[in-house]
């Protein structure tokens, strides 16, 4: 019989124990999960039971993780998205949710920029934790990321964006996301980006303030390669704030139509 | 020679229009075309600051990428204007 053991497959003979097949595989696990349900007591597999065997505290290897990756999201995803480079230009609220996002799906490379700190405002939406307040937001977000997925190669740029450094930071990447707060900032990127690499594209964010409806938040064609995600009118305002759900429900379309977008391009 | 405008979000509500194909002359700049049109002041204070410069905040695309105010239009050309709001 044919059973999975932290997302490998395993041949087994019929009969064959739980705790016996722990004891072989992994004699320090502490938590044995067989089928979602954590196990106390030892009982017999049958064919196509997925066992997982976790040791507290420990950190999965490289080769675990993807293993655990590939299972998730088949090889041939996988595959493309870890060969992948995403560059992030703002980490706050929209940023910071993509670059998560995008380091659970396992891309392989994100290149993150952002001058700021995190302050105490930034936590009624942004990815970052209370103890993180006065760190750079490049350096409490790579902490984060990699306790996430560790593996996930991260360049940081704690600077400010101009139109001449785009091309050494982003020069290179297979998909770029303006994440900025201000409008003058997403049109320099938006202005910027495209003249720089009109074969790339570029996902933007406009219209995601406030507590408005969910069904309004879309994705707009713009131009030859831009891909805008939001309302495209809803701008923060006094009394009418960044909120969490709001801009998470569009971070989260951000990073997906980044996925999409890295799953149609053709790879050399 | 004929020039194809597409606005979007506040920008098409001031214009009234979603697309509009307008008539200009040989020579047109992008700035002067967007100047001449005719959808009142909103549109206008939208568009341009007092100065009668393109606002940083707009950004204008020309078959497919970015232009500049500058840029001189040709027959068949396609524009897009969109202002994007702040919030991230």
């Known amino acids: ?268 | 020679m004929k020039i194809t405008f597409v606005y979007f979000a506040q920008i098409r509500q001031k214009a009234g229009v979603e697309t509009e194909t307008v008539a200009v002359a040989d020579g047109t700049t992008l700035h002067d075309a967007l100047q001449a049109m005719d959808h009142g002041t909103g549109f206008r204070e939208l568009l341009f600051d007092g100065a009668g410069a393109v606002r940083a905040v707009i950004l204008l695309v020309v078959n497919g990428l970015p232009a500049a105010p500058e840029r001189v239009l040709k027959d068949g050309d396609s524009v897009q204007i969109f202002s994007p709001v702040a919030g991230g």
């Open chain 1, 1 to 268: 019989m044919k059973i999975r053991v932290n997302e490998r497959v395993r041949e087994m003979d019929p009969g064959a124990m739980l705790f016996a097949l722990r004891d072989a595989v992994k004699p320090d696990a502490d938590i044995v999960i067989l089928n979602g349900a954590a196990m106390g007591a030892d009982v017999p597999l049958t064919d196509g039971d997925e066992i997982c065997l976790i040791r507290r505290g420990e950190i999965p290897s490289a080769d675990e993780l993807e293993a655990l990756m590939v299972a998730r999201h088949s090889p041939g995803v996988h595959a493309r998205v870890k060969s992948a480079v995403v560059g992030i230009a703002g980490l706050g609220g929209l940023g910071s949710a993509i670059a998560i996002a995008l380091a659970r799906v396992g891309v392989g490379r994100l290149i993150l920029a952002d001058f700021d700190v995190v302050e105490p405002s930034n936590l009624n939406r942004q990815q970052y934790f209370v103890d993180q307040l006065g760190l750079r937001k490049t350096e409490a977000l790579a902490a984060n990321l990699r306790r996430i997925n560790p593996y996930v190669a991260l360049d940081l740029h704690t600077v400010r964006l101009t139109p001449d450094n785009l091309a050494p930071i982003f020069g290179g990447v297979d998909v770029m996301v303006e994440a900025f707060d201000r409008a003058d900032q997403k049109v320099m990127i938006m202005r910027n980006f495209p003249a720089l690499r009109p074969d790339i594209p570029l996902v933007a964010a406009s219209g995601l303030a406030g507590f408005g409806s969910e069904a309004t938040i879309g994705v707009t064609p713009l131009g030859r390669n831009m891909h805008v995600v939001g309302d495209l009118e809803t701008a923060a305002r006094p009394g009418w704030g960044l909120m969490a759900p709001r801009v998470g429900i569009a971070a989260h379309m951000q990073a997906n139509v980044v996925l999409r977008l890295l799953m149609e391009r053709k790879t050399s």
